[in-house]
Structures are given as structure tokens and as C-alpha cells.
């Protein structure tokens, strides 16, 4: 069974920049999670894509969007990168997205923004 | 809103000994389910134990155990017999809406030889 994996491990971009990050979901996974992870905080929800659709958003502005694709696989994209982006990007994917269903999370992307 | 709080930003605790980390939750809801991750310095968050709130019986991993006390809202990890591969951030986490998360401060776990 494949866990799940992010691409890139680490990333710098400067201020006003556009970035993807990508995220390939565990085998027999159908829903995917974002989570943004400023240094020595905890998690905070993005966004959930569900068989390719949103289904859920945190307080993000819009220049955070998502694409779930047929595979499941997922990407971030983030436009207009500002200084407090800069944090670890965390994919968790689940089956489904229910209250008990439970996640599980890939290594994370570094993304620093100078 | 629904918080998630982990009082201790730090414990410290010798190798072999018992730790208990602390979270307390708000929620108006009476049926939910509650998380530890634990997150080593490798950075991969990884699930320790989860718990069922209609269930009375604490959920039980290996060396980890929960002290549910839901009218309290009050979900505490017990970690028993510390190995120093422990040594790690935990989070506790609370799902609101479907499996979405809401994540405590964290707790820094340090084992010591």
C-alpha cells in the first residue's frame, strides 16, 4: 500500500510569485485535505476536494485554490505569493469525508517566500 | 467557534517513565470523533490514537492511551513506558465539519536517556 507523497520536499519563491504543489493520495483514497503549518504552529485547514470536487474551505483568501484530478491526486496552487506563505504545506487524504473517517498526512512541501 | 486547546508547550519526561499531555476541546455537538497526531522532527504527521465520543470505554494503542472525559470536554493522551523514538510534537485535533481538522498549538515531547 502507497502512502501519500508530495512533490516538491522544498521550494523557494520570491514575493508575487505563483506556485504549485502537488499530492498524490494512499491507495483506495478518494478525498484529499490541505493544510497550511506555520513554523512551530499547528495545522490549518485549506481546503477538501472530494471525487475532483471542493467540498469544504478555511478561512483562506481565494489566490489558494485546488484541482483534484480522476486519479485522486491533487495540486495547490497558491497566486500572488505574499511573505506569510511562507510554511509547511501538509496533504492528508482519507476515504471520504466524513467525521470518522480519518486522515492520513504526507511528508509536507517547505515553501519559504522571500 | 470550535477551538482546540493543548495547555503545556513543553513537557519533559525520562526514558521509561509516564507522560501525560493534555487537550481540552469546545463543541456543542454530542456526537464526534477526537485525534493525537504526532508529528516527529522528521516533520510526517502520524495518526497515534482516536476516539469515539458515544463510546465510554478510553481508546488504547499499544502504549498509548486517551482519558476521555466528555462532559468536561477534556481529551488527554497517557503515554506509558517513554521510548525515545517519542520524542516529537503531539496535536490534538478535533473534526468540526466531516473530517476536516482543527489542530491544537501543539505539545513539544522531549524524552530524556
Known amino acids: 500500500e502507497t502512502g501519500v507523497t508530495q512533490s516538491p520536499t522544498h521550494l523557494i519563491k520570491t514575493r508575487g510569485q505563483q506556485v504549485t504543489l502537488r499530492c498524490s493520495s494512499q491507495s483506495g483514497h478518494n478525498t484529499v485535505s490541505w493544510y497550511q503549518q506555520a513554523l512551530g504552529q499547528g495545522p490549518q485547514f485549506i481546503f477538501q476536494y472530494y471525487r475532483e470536487e471542493e467540498n469544504g474551505r478555511g478561512n483562506f483568501p481565494p489566490r489558494f485554490s485546488g484541482l483534484q484530478f480522476p486519479n485522486y491526486s491533487s495540486e495547490l496552487n497558491v497566486n500572488a505569493l505574499e511573505l506569510d506563505d511562507s510554511a509547511l504545506y501538509l496533504c492528508?487524504?482519507?476515504f471520504g469525508g466524513g467525521a470518522g473517517e480519518t486522515q492520513y498526512f504526507g511528508p509536507g512541501t517547505r515553501l519559504l517566500v522571500l | 467557534a470550535q477551538t482546540v486547546t493543548q495547555s503545556q508547550p513543553e513537557m519533559s519526561v525520562q526514558e521509561a517513565e509516564t507522560v501525560t499531555l493534555s487537550c481540552t476541546y469546545d463543541t456543542s455537538e454530542n456526537n464526534y470523533y477526537l485525534f493525537w497526531y504526532k508529528q516527529p522532527p522528521s516533520r510526517q504527521m502520524i495518526l497515534v490514537i482516536r476516539q469515539e465520543a458515544y463510546k465510554q470505554q478510553n481508546a488504547t494503542e499499544n502504549r498509548f492511551s486517551v482519558n476521555f472525559q466528555k462532559a468536561a470536554k477534556s481529551f488527554s493522551l497517557k503515554i506509558s513506558d517513554s521510548q525515545l523514538g517519542d520524542t516529537a510534537m503531539y496535536f490534538c485535533?478535533?473534526?468540526?465539519?466531516?473530517?476536516?481538522?482543527?489542530f491544537g498549538a501543539g505539545t513539544i515531547l522531549r524524552v530524556k536517556s
Open positions: 492528508a487524504s482519507s
Open positions: 485535533a478535533f473534526p468540526p465539519y466531516g473530517n476536516k481538522l482543527v
